[in-house]
């Protein structure tokens, strides 16, 4: 079993930078598919980004494309997401999720296995 564990959240300025991180327990952090979804208010949870076991694979959501970007330590059992040039659209809680299942890569939410308790980002215009 995995905890995931968000932080790195808060308010910025429309065009600012935040970098998320989401540190996982276990010794086989490796072994899962991580990704990042965000939810706001009023809306279905929607993905974000996606990055394989190995951190060499990683596939983005169109409205984030560009913008943000994944990444991972498999020695720090941590994943990232580096979110440049805000938009208040932007503006969700944001959950780290862990897949276990077969491929590289997974953009749907029923896939993930385990999931953290969100982090709120505010993006103010």
């Known amino acids: 079993q995995v905890q995931l564990v968000e932080s790195g959240g808060g308010l910025v300025q429309a065009g600012g930078s935040l970098r998320l991180t989401c540190a996982a327990s276990?010794?086989?952090?490796?072994?899962?598919?991580m990704g990042w979804f965000r939810q706001a208010p009023g809306k279905e949870r929607e993905f974000v980004a996606t990055?394989?076991?190995?951190?060499?694979?990683?596939y983005y959501a169109d409205s984030v494309k560009g913008r943000f970007t994944i990444s991972r330590d498999n020695g720090r059992n941590t994943v990232y997401l580096q979110m440049n040039s805000l938009k208040t659209e932007d503006t969700a809680v944001y959950y780290c999720?862990?897949?276990?299942?077969?491929?590289?890569?997974?953009?749907?939410?029923?896939?993930?296995?385990?999931w953290g308790q969100g982090a709120q980002v505010t993006v103010s215009s």
């Open positions: 276990g010794r086989t952090f490796s072994t899962y598919i």
């Open positions: 999720a862990a897949a276990a299942n077969e491929g590289f890569i997974a953009v749907v939410a029923s896939k993930y296995d385990y």
């Open positions: 990055i394989s076991r190995s951190g060499y694979n990683t």
